[in-house]
């Protein structure tokens, strides 16, 4: 069994990269637990087609005599499906329920299931220790990133929070690809600077959001499209790649932008691109 944690800035395309890791690992015929740490819960809706009851709501309910059948709910292709869950917006400590969810899932032998792959799909930046279990609990950790700057600020603070735990390496960057000028230079000198391997890099594509709407996964919704193939060729890459368990070289602040001013796009070439981006 490999338990593998995909961490990343909030909104930079986790979850639909993890839920279709796992429909694509599945249409291979691995056995795959995907466990949603958000409290929003929607990790596993594209995988089930509707949000499923959360860890934390039934533990709240019924403490020591959680139903496991109500918590584990089988999606797509027979993959598995946690959502932690967590307080509502403004309540309680998202991160604890991180915490409680594996603790539970421990108790319950969730794991003596037999999974192949388990995949925890981690909300944004680390900022507690209950987001950070997930890096611990793991064998392999990858970041998910785009060229942004916020973005690969966020993959550096993880890194920072890495490097604080013994015997915990950083295994990959995952490009989730915004069409932003000199991208893949970026992540390229990003990912020599920090020391850490370029996984894979995931094309953007409109397809996505349009079977999200639909509530599954661009491999269920069209399996031979070219967005599909680029998640197959992911899961081959994480099934039969050389996989680079490497300590990071997280950098600071300023090393950060020296690395994006070092391409010295220059102010009028990024507006003009947004413009003819945006139309703004």
Same mark, same amino acid.
């Given at each position: 069994?490999?338990?593998?944690?995909?961490?990343?800035?909030?909104?930079?395309?986790?979850? $639909? $990269?993890?839920?279709? #890791?796992?429909?694509?690992?599945?249409?291979?015929?691995?056995?795959?637990?995907?466990?949603?740490?958000?409290?929003?819960?929607?990790?596993?809706? $594209?995988?089930?087609?509707?949000?499923?009851?959360?860890?934390?709501?039934?533990?709240?309910?019924?403490?020591?005599?959680?139903?496991?059948?109500?918590?584990?709910?089988?999606?797509?292709?027979?993959?598995?499906?946690?959502?932690?869950?967590?307080?509502?917006?403004?309540?309680?400590?998202?991160?604890?329920?991180?915490?409680?969810?594996?603790?539970?899932?421990?108790?319950?032998?969730?794991?003596?299931?037999?999974?192949?792959?388990?995949?925890?799909?981690?909300?944004?930046?680390?900022?507690?220790?209950?987001?950070?279990?997930?890096?611990?609990?793991?064998?392999?950790?990858?970041?998910?990133?785009?060229?942004?700057?916020?973005?690969?600020?966020?993959?550096?603070?993880?890194?920072?929070?890495?490097?604080?735990?013994?015997?915990?390496?950083?295994?990959?960057?995952?490009?989730?690809?915004?069409?932003?000028?000199?991208?893949?230079?970026?992540?390229?000198?990003?990912?020599?600077?920090?020391?850490?391997?370029?996984?894979?890099?995931?094309?953007?594509?409109?397809?996505?959001?349009?079977?999200?709407?639909?509530?599954? $996964?661009?491999?269920?919704?069209?399996?031979?499209?070219?967005?599909?193939?680029?998640?197959?060729?992911?899961?081959?890459?994480?099934?039969?790649?050389?996989?680079?368990?490497?300590?990071?070289?997280?950098?600071?602040?300023?090393? #950060?932008?020296?690395?994006?001013?070092?391409?010295?796009?220059?102010?009028?070439?990024?507006?003009?691109?947004?413009?003819?981006?945006?139309?703004?």
């Amino acid at each position: 069994m490999r338990k593998i944690a995909l961490y990343g800035k909030g909104g930079i395309g986790k979850s $639909t $990269t993890c839920a279709n #890791l796992s429909a694509a690992l599945a249409k291979q015929g691995y056995k795959v637990l995907q466990i949603g740490c958000d409290p929003k819960h929607d990790s596993c809706r $594209t995988l089930v087609g509707s949000l499923i009851p959360t860890v934390l709501s039934e533990w709240a309910n019924y403490a020591n005599s959680i139903d496991i059948n109500k918590i584990l709910v089988e999606g797509y292709c027979g993959v598995h499906c946690v959502e932690a869950g967590g307080p509502e917006p403004g309540k309680g400590c998202a991160g604890l329920g991180i915490e409680k969810t594996i603790d539970i899932l421990d108790e319950l032998d969730v794991w003596n299931n037999l999974y192949d792959f388990v995949l925890f799909d981690v909300l944004g930046d680390v900022v507690c220790g209950g987001f950070a279990k997930p890096i611990k609990y793991a064998d392999e950790v990858f970041i998910i990133t785009s060229g942004e700057f916020m973005s690969l600020y966020a993959a550096n603070n993880i890194a920072k929070s890495i490097i604080k735990f013994d015997n915990v390496c950083l295994d990959g960057i995952i490009l989730n690809e915004r069409a932003v000028p000199f991208e893949h230079e970026i992540i390229e000198l990003f990912c020599n600077t920090i020391n850490v391997d370029f996984t894979f890099s995931i094309p953007r594509d409109n397809i996505i959001g349009y079977f999200e709407r639909k509530g599954m $996964t661009v491999v269920q919704g069209d399996p031979e499209c070219q967005q599909s193939k680029k998640y197959f060729e992911l899961a081959d890459k994480i099934i039969h790649g050389s996989i680079q368990h490497r300590n990071p070289i997280p950098v600071e602040l300023n090393e #950060l932008q020296n690395l994006f001013d070092s391409f010295d796009i220059g102010e009028k070439t990024e507006r003009k691109i947004y413009k003819c981006q945006t139309g703004i």
